[in-house]
């Protein structure tokens, strides 16, 4: 959670396992940190999925040019 309010997280992926009742409250306090320092949350990981997809296709390179 510190990590969180410092500004050194860029992303939250929050998922939960259905059978953890502790899961529940853990998730709760996670998400919300997450939303009070403005940090993208994903909670699902499909959305992560076509995330990750999208920024490997506008990874910039670095290429020579040969005069």
């Keep these: 959670m ?4 410092q ?4 992303y939250v992926i929050n998922t939960r396992n259905i059978n953890s009742v502790s899961a529940l409250t853990d998730g709760v306090k996670i998400r919300r940190a997450a939303t009070e320092n403005n ?11 076509v ?7 506008t990874t910039l ?4 040019i040969d005069a």
């Design 51 to 57: 995330l990750l997809d999208v920024l490997e296709e």
């Design 2 to 5: 510190e990590s969180m309010r």
């Design 7 to 10: 500004g050194h997280i860029a």
């Design 61 to 64: 390179t670095i290429s020579t």
């Design 39 to 49: 940090i993208t949350l994903f909670t699902s990981l499909d959305t992560v999925r």
